[in-house]
């Protein structure tokens, strides 16, 4: 386990679940939107209910579907968001009458984020990302998200980061920035020639470990030239900053 610093935000870019009720003596099924999707038992979303089928002793049968609108592998805690949302979804529709705390506790056994997610408010992290400190602070900016359409590995990342002497560790730990973000960019020097270039426009910020990318600003013509130089492979959205998540209108 690594023990982090970090700061969660909410922003109003969501993946959909749909859940239904299934016969008894069913299964628990869980389907994305995607070509290439991780589904069933291998789904943190399953592995979500499960866990809470195992924590009431309880079949929750149910039929579950994911529109995917979060990158996979872009640091947005999609995943993560998915199981904290099928957690809260599933508790709701079955009236098992967990509280939040219960809720975060399963969840922490699952995914270090899942916690944040069911505490549904912005944050400050520390432990493996699980202790929170509401930040009540509002948030006026908005944000332009980068996708460089690859794949960053949490896992592969860590143990970049413990291959590093302690001496760099050292070094990058007092930076400001996100500790992962030379590791990232040393990973793929065509992204890092690109965040380079974009960097000199718009002070540009790496989301978990990647890959998404991405610079906060108040009016639309600051980002205008970042815009007009973004790799054509690349994508990118718009999105604002949410004071608390949605799901809170669903814990008892």
């Keep these: 386990m690594h023990e982090i610093k970090t700061q969660f935000q909410l922003i109003n870019l969501f993946d959909e679940l749909f859940i239904k009720k299934t016969a008894k003596n069913s299964t628990i099924s869980v389907k994305t939107n995607l070509e290439k999707s991780i589904d069933d038992e291998n789904n943190i979303v399953f592995k979500a209910i ?26 947005l805690g999609g995943g993560s968001s998915n199981a904290a949302a099928a957690l809260i979804g599933v508790n709701f529709l079955f009236k098992l009458g967990l509280s939040q705390h219960e809720l975060m506790q399963i969840g922490k056994k699952l995914g270090a984020d899942i916690p ?10 520390t432990g493996i990302g699980e202790k929170l ?17 690859i794949h960053s590995s949490t ?19 007092q930076s400001e920035e996100n500790s992962f973000l ?33 610079c906060a600003y108040n009016e639309y013509k600051e980002i205008e030239k970042t815009l007009k130089k973004i790799p054509t492979k690349w994508r990118h959205s718009f999105c604002e900053p949410l004071q608390c998540s949605p799901l809170l209108k669903y814990l008892t």
Aim: proline share 3%; hydrophobic share 40%; charged share 25%.
């Design 155 to 173: 896992k592969d990342l860590f143990l970049q980061w413990d291959n590093l002497n302690k001496k760099t560790q050292q070094l990058i730990a």
């Design 182 to 214: 030379p590791i990232f960019l040393d990973n793929d020097a065509e992204i890092k020639k690109n965040f380079e270039k974009l960097n000199q426009i718009n002070s540009l910020k790496l989301s978990g470990t990647g890959s998404t990318i991405f």
């Design 133 to 149: 400190i509401e930040e009540k602070e509002l948030i006026q900016m908005k944000y332009l998200l980068l996708f460089p359409q």
């Design 116 to 125: 944040f997610f069911i505490f549904g408010k912005n944050a400050h992290a």
């Design 50 to 75: 499960k866990a809470l089928s195992d924590h009431t002793d309880k079949e929750l049968y149910c039929d579950v579907e994911i529109k995917k609108n979060i990158p996979l592998g872009g640091g």
